[in-house]
DNA sequence: CTGTTAGCGCATTCAC
DNA sequence: GTGAATGCGCTAACAG
């Protein structure tokens, strides 16, 4: 039907009257008549006329959109926080622009150029694992783009930050394994430069000094915590002098990967080996109750982080303020007693 | 250190020279001396300049870009099919615009729009369930966007197409339970707007006349196969008169809804009722092996799809051609006998 | 090889 | 309340 490319002016000529006008009534300006913008309208829809947000954008300096780069969409916690920062983008009047770092710096400092190239308005991250510096981040700054941290934020301060108290989640998590009888609790880390990793570390010495039970430093596994490094750690634990009786891992995916593996090898969980890891909705839900987990608001974190981002977004006169959220991690028992 | 926004205009002016060259120069036209090349190059890393991809964009009508819609984003099929867009898409020098409809209409209607706003050069989607007519596909048509579907796709010829062949699948799926014993079958299908569902049903029937099963109606569960429903599915299969030894699930989440109700129920898979499904390889593979599945190339589909896309993005100039890849289901058993 | 000019589509001054 | 003119930053056409 209605041919390629129409434009204000198009829509103008029509209707004898001037593309600025037309502009106007379509941004709803109260300095045009109601008539002649119900006019404009509809010779709008009847033309099929769609607004380039391109040259709109580039015109304002506004694109309305805001960048979000996460280390992979397919992770539940990450898929509920986009679902959940989505959804009050919509609300506020933003589209997102989702990207996924793959855990590789370079990916993530080629990301951060992309957006500021595409002009998004605020970018929202939560880092890769190999991110130790933030030297990619700058360039942001100096364009006076927002940016605002979530979950796996950075130690720098100065930034907006929005978190779980990971250090208490670590703490809770290792203190429920030593309530219900645990006495060799085993840790499986991340890399320490991520804050979340280093804080439940920080969390499970806390609950071991707590009880007396002395820090071992072979009970920690440090990895990237993929499902293979979690399998390769329970390798490890059942390879040590010690017989494990508790695990606390510091992501979901270790911890399933881990307990497939004591599985396999016909350990019982909870009973010979008791885990406490991370929720992971899909697959905690087909699992026969045997792991505790913390729970991560993935979709409330998402939420608060937009609208941080989008308060700075449209304060942006003011001095840029800074701000960081700290949510309570909670624990979700799916039986009554481990052992 | 740097400030806000420089433009070619200003590396123009302090190399002496006219943005054209610049502009040029940054593009790497083969009409700029290399010598001039490296000191603009210089200059422009020097004072941080970055493209306005906005103004580019407006001036040549390419985004580099290309949109995609799936129903959501957290489905395994799906994220494996985003990795093998993003990593085509890459390659061939297009970035990735995701998007999710939730499985709602009003939703997908929207984001066409807003892509199409947007100006991407090319679009990819995978239908929402509710689905039914391809109207808002129009503008895009309209626009001379190319457009392909990717599995989930629609019965109006005339669009590119990459799917697998659904038929095939739910034929070898309902075979292999027959083969492996069972004699009452029941289906969980899914909206008959989608072709998958369908040809997956039709397979399903094609296998049982083969064998000389009879077909009943109500073998037949038909929902929107989230994991609930398949756990009604499954309550509803318990309470028929027919004793169902076999259940050929069309989808992943269905069958692991049904899966967990039989066994919370107490009922053994797959002595008691085999099931055959598709693969979500994240639960398939904690699961005890007693699911055989199909699996689904998401990951090779992304790929030919985005190929499939590129060629008409950039081939506009002729006809647009239509076709459609048709790639091979795989049965993976993941044991030897069933019963 | 490089400079000049014009315009992508829109929003925003400034007039009236 | 509406029209005319200008420019966001960039690239393409045409000169030279």
Redesign the interface.
Known sequence: ?????ITIHDIAKKLNINSSTVSRALNNSPRVTQKTKDKIIAAANEM?Y??????S??RTSR?HTIGIIVPR??R?FF?SA?AGI?ETAYEAGY?V??C?SLEQLEREQNLV??L????VDGVMVSISMETENYDHF??LK???VPLVFFDRHCDIPGYNTVLIDDFRAGFEATEHLIVQGCKNIAHLSGPQNVEIYKNRFKGYQKALEKYHIPFKEEMVFSSRLM?KDGAESAKSILALNTKVDGLFSANDVAA?GA??YFKEKGIKIPHDIAIVGFSNE??S???EPSLTTIDQPGFEMGRLATNLLVSQIENKAKEIMKETIVLKPSLIERRSSIK
């Open positions: 039907m209605e041919n390629n490319k099929g769609q607004r380039n947000l391109l040259a954008s580039l694109t969409i397919s539940h898929s986009i989505e589209h622009f989702i996924q150029n992309t500021l190239a595409n002009r700058q360039g100096n364009r006076g499902e399933i307990m497939q899909p697959i839900g087909i699992m």
